[in-house]
């Protein structure tokens, strides 16, 4: 993959570097890969938490017992064809993202986060060629891939039940079971949602390639 230019400065890491934010997950995403050429694209981008199908997968199953030490998973998708940061989000767990398309993670520390607001520049970027996988440590900040091409489709495995609706409702940052989020000013879609307004700076954009 050539490296991203955004609207802003951005430094990009690939899965091998070191960072306290994630690691690389050693896997065949070859059946995963092969499973994500039946999501049917639109505008935007979709989140689906749970895929019965992507869940029988050897691969996830293996995740699952190296990554969660065999605590009950959920594997779904995120795919569209979104190039804004528009956000953070984060859970008190690991995530695992297994790149089925070239794509470009936004990264963050929920240790940045300052009176419940994130400065954008603080941010880093992860650039996953298909077939890589990457655990996002616990605290590490993210939204969706952005794509590199027309779209981007990842498989997305977190402890079942993380992204359903809460029980007591929205509370702050608490957005859902096992998330929190803040969004930029400028997702209105996010805030209409029940967002909490707190990422500041550049709603980071990705615009470009070195050379193009």
């Not at 804004?84 to 984060?90: L, R, T």
């Not at 936004?106 to 655990?135: P, Q």
Request: aromatic share 6%; proline share 4%.
């Amino acid at each position: 993959m050539s490296t991203p230019k955004f609207s802003s400065a951005v430094k990009t890491l690939t899965v091998d570097d070191e960072s306290p934010l994630f690691c690389r997950v050693a896997t065949d995403a070859t059946e995963i890969i092969a499973c994500s050429r039946g999501l049917e694209f639109g505008e935007g981008n979709r989140y689906i938490a749970s895929d019965p199908a992507l869940e029988a997968v050897a691969a996830v199953k293996d995740i699952c017992a190296k990554v969660f030490a065999e605590l009950p998973v959920q594997a779904g998708w995120c795919f569209g064809n979104g190039r804004k940061m528009n956000g953070v989000e984060w859970h008190k767990s690991s995530e695992v993202v297994v790149a089925c398309t070239d794509c470009v993670l936004l990264l963050g520390s929920a240790a940045d986060i300052v009176g419940d607001e994130y400065d954008s520049s603080r941010a880093v970027a992860l650039c996953l060629n298909a077939g890589e996988a990457a655990e996002l440590r616990a605290g590490t900040l993210h939204l969706a891939p952005l794509a590199v091409n027309d779209v981007f489709a990842a498989a997305i495995i977190l402890p079942r039940g993380t992204n359903a609706p809460l029980a007591g409702g929205i509370d702050g940052t608490l957005r859902a079971v096992n998330k929190w989020l803040l969004v930029h000013p400028e997702n209105r879609a996010g805030i209409a949602a029940g967002g909490k307004v707190g990422v500041t700076g550049d709603n980071l954009t990705l615009v470009g390639y070195d050379g193009k």
